[in-house]
């Protein structure tokens, strides 16, 4: 399994503030799945549309899995889900879903996230909020569907 987490955060980006929700993301995912990753890797990018669309684009055949982490929010600077929908090529409705209507038996705030799951070719793209308890809850709900996710893409059924 291949992993790659992106960040998408100014003050990250810039240095300003710390990355705890990708951090916490990449950590989680090596407990959880340390002998059935092959490659984990972690970067940082602005709220950019440009850049997350082209960090998507230039990784799309590296990895198997892809986790945005920010931007999923209501200002005017959150364009993740966006820039992942103009990526995707199926949209994946069902684990968007799932995360925000799970999340939100943790805190009502999940509602407003307006995070987006699809498909590009090889590659299962997914976009979970930014905030560090988020990430990790949202990290730990999706890890059994991966397995299950890559087989699918690969062609391989059920």
């Known amino acids: ?46 709220d950019e549309y440009d850049m997350i669309l082209n960090a998507l684009e230039n990784n799309k055949d590296k990895f198997d899995i892809i986790i945005t982490t920010g931007g999923t929010g209501l200002s005017k600077r959150d364009i993740t889900p966006e820039a992942t929908m103009e990526f995707c090529k199926k949209e994946v409705r069902g684990v968007s ?20 799951a699809g498909v590009n070719d090889n590659v299962f793209v997914v976009n979970f909020p930014g905030s560090e308890k988020a990430a990790k809850y949202c990290t730990k709900l999706i890890i059994p569907l991966f397995e299950h996710i890559i087989a699918m893409i690969k062609g391989e059924g059920h």
């Open 1 to 46: 399994m291949r992993i790659l987490v992106i960040t998408v955060s100014d003050r990250a980006y810039k240095g300003i503030y710390q990355d705890k929700s990708g951090d916490i993301i990449l950590q989680t995912l090596k407990e959880e799945l340390d002998s059935k990753i092959s490659n984990i890797e972690k970067i940082i990018i602005p």
């Open 97 to 116: 879903d799932y995360l925000r209507q799970e999340s939100m038996k943790e805190t009502i705030f999940a509602s407003l996230s307006r995070g987006y």
